[in-house]
């Protein structure tokens, strides 16, 4: 299944994607894909509608607008420096272990939004990556091999960065990461039933029509299942909560000189079998 929403930031509404590619209203049937969805089994309960009633339901109008596939996540948690070339552009070792840093769940907007480049910011960056959305409870959870029946599915998640608030501002990276419209997310989300290897995705990034970032997921350090086994043990994830798991080489701070983004730029991103994102850039 390919979940999606729909409609004006703030009211969306949600949907599926139909066989025929066409996006399809569920709002009669669910209220939304959010936390309570996930955590009561809405998934299986989904599928057994959409296998009995998918014909009943009416096509979204072209004209609305994609907005991310799930409601305000309670987390939206980034996984640092997990690629290898990645950490070696950016001067750093790769991490004995995961590095974690977190995202304001509010930045959280749909895949074709505009982005802000943030007041006092002058070096927004662009990062495109897996995102792994969380399907129910996971405390202290006993082994990665434990981790699947967790995962609801997968999603492309653009960690948009100020690399001056980040690195420059002193203290932790949240600052240069949870600047309003720094987390675009989706098309869709694509159940995990449908990803047999989240890691092999090729995952590509271009800016302007040039490519930056032509990666995947195969060279992670650590993987989708790793990770959320990891992040159990220091925290209780929660159906919708999503992890960013960190993005593969090209980043703008890493290039000779370093290139960022501004106001007028254009960032189109696409990830094997989840889709792609355009969004154009605009001075907050």
């Known amino acids: 299944m390919r979940l999606i929403r729909f409609g004006k930031a703030g009211h969306e ?6 066989s025929g590619e066409e996006r399809l209203d569920c ?11 996930f955590e009561s089994g809405g998934l299986a309960k989904l599928a057994t509608f959409l296998r009995q009633k998918q014909g009943k339901l009416k096509p979204v109008p072209a004209r609305e607008r994609w907005g991310a596939p799930v409601s305000r996540p309670g987390k939206v948690i980034c996984i640092g420096l997990n690629y290898k070339d990645h950490a070696a552009e950016s001067g750093m070792e790769l991490p004995k272990e ?9 930045v959280v907007v749909g895949p074709y939004d505009t982005v802000l480049i943030p007041r006092g910011g002058h070096k927004t960056d662009w990062e495109v990556e897996l995102g792994v959305v969380i399907g129910k409870k996971a405390r202290y959870l006993k082994s990665a091999a434990d981790s699947a029946k967790h995962v609801a599915g997968y999603l492309i998640s653009n960690d948009v960065s100020e690399r001056a608030f980040q ?15 720094f987390s675009p997310l989706g098309p869709w989300l694509t159940t995990r039933n ?15 029509g040039v490519r930056r970032q032509n990666g995947s997921t195969a060279t992670m350090a650590y ?13 209780t994830l929660e159906g919708g909560d999503v992890i960013s798991t960190g993005t593969p080489p090209g980043v703008g701070m890493g290039m000779k000189p370093p290139q960022f983004l ?13 889709g792609s994102q355009r969004q154009v850039c605009k001075q907050a």
């Not at 449908?194 to 302007?208: F, H, S, T, Y």
């Open 13 to 18: 509404k949600p949907g599926v994607m139909g």
């Open 27 to 37: 709002s009669k049937y669910f209220k939304d894909w959010d936390r309570e969805f």
């Open 98 to 106: 995961p590095v974690i840093f977190m995202k304001a769940s509010n």
């Open 167 to 181: 690195i420059e501002r002193c203290g932790q990276w949240t600052k240069g990461k949870s600047c309003d419209t």
């Open 194 to 208: 449908e990803i047999p290897d989240p890691q092999d995705l090729g995952m590509r990034l271009d800016v302007n």
């Open 223 to 235: 993987g989708v299942f790793f990770l959320v086994h990891y992040l159990s043990q220091f925290m």
């Open 262 to 274: 501004k106001a007028g730029d254009v960032m189109e991103l696409e990830v094997d079998h989840l």
